[in-house]
């Protein structure tokens, strides 16, 4: 595609409930990359994959946060038995091999849990 | 482990002034730096981004070099237009395979 795609742009989970993120990434890009953004700070990094590989999960805060991208291309977040502290938008990202000339982001998924 | 500070905002200028926005890194070896740019209810783009030491990455009328010795990435524009108007983040791409780290963001305002 043109850019990265996230889906849904907005949701609100009840407190306890699992959710699912989707990313699309741009066609071709090995790279796929979750980061976490905070209210008023950067984005955090959460996990990295190279095609189907999830190479680095070091910045996924918790055992509730599991991510996948199966065939290499489309990617999804899950978070199991949401918190308050998980409100934040969700932000994917995508790049060539070589991510050293920078990213794509996406739109973001901004998730509100009350 | 790697971290980014950036100006705190936010940051307001009249139409037609020069823009410096201060950036400043941590990291060990030599890390690839990056400014981003998020517009109202948009994604993070890439400006502009320099992988080297004494690179001067540029875009769009912005300028920053990459300064070893003081690890710095600052970022510069001539003359701002209401356009500019968004946050701005500074950010590295280290040793890690896969992280970057990003600054807080600035927002600026740029005032007709």
């Known amino acids: 595609g043109a850019g990265v795609s996230q889906s849904p742009r907005y949701k609100v989970a009840k407190r306890g409930q699992d959710v699912a993120l989707r990313c699309d990434p741009i066609?071709?890009?090995?790279?796929l990359f979750w980061y976490q953004q905070a209210l008023g700070q950067g984005p955090e990094f959460l996990t990295y994959?190279?095609?189907?590989?999830?190479?680095?999960k070091s910045g996924l805060p918790s055992d509730r946060f599991f991510a996948e991208r199966p065939e290499g291309s489309v990617s999804t977040l899950k978070i199991q038995r949401t918190q308050q502290e998980d409100s934040a938008v969700y932000l994917c990202?995508?790049?060539?091999?070589?991510?050293?000339?920078?990213?794509?982001f996406g739109s973001g998924t901004r998730l509100t849990v009350v | 482990g790697d971290s980014v500070t950036q100006m705190e905002g936010p940051v307001t200028l009249s139409e037609e002034a020069f823009l410096t926005i201060n950036c400043t890194y941590t990291?060990?070896?030599?890390?690839?730096l990056f400014w981003y740019v998020q517009y109202p209810g948009e994604g993070l783009q890439l400006l502009l981004k320099?992988?080297?030491?004494?690179d001067k990455g540029s875009n769009k009328g912005f300028e920053a070099t990459y300064r070893k010795e003081t690890t710095s990435f600052h970022l510069e524009k001539g003359s701002v237009q209401v356009s500019d108007s968004a946050v701005y983040f500074c950010a590295l791409k280290g040793r890690q395979a896969g992280k970057s780290t990003f600054g807080d963001g600035t927002t600026l305002t740029v005032k007709p």
């Open positions: 066609s071709g890009h090995v790279s």
């Open positions: 990291a060990t070896g030599y890390p690839s």
């Open positions: 990202a995508s790049s060539l091999a070589d991510h050293t000339y920078g990213y794509t």
């Open positions: 994959f190279q095609n189907e590989a999830q190479l680095d």
């Open positions: 320099a992988t080297k030491a004494d």
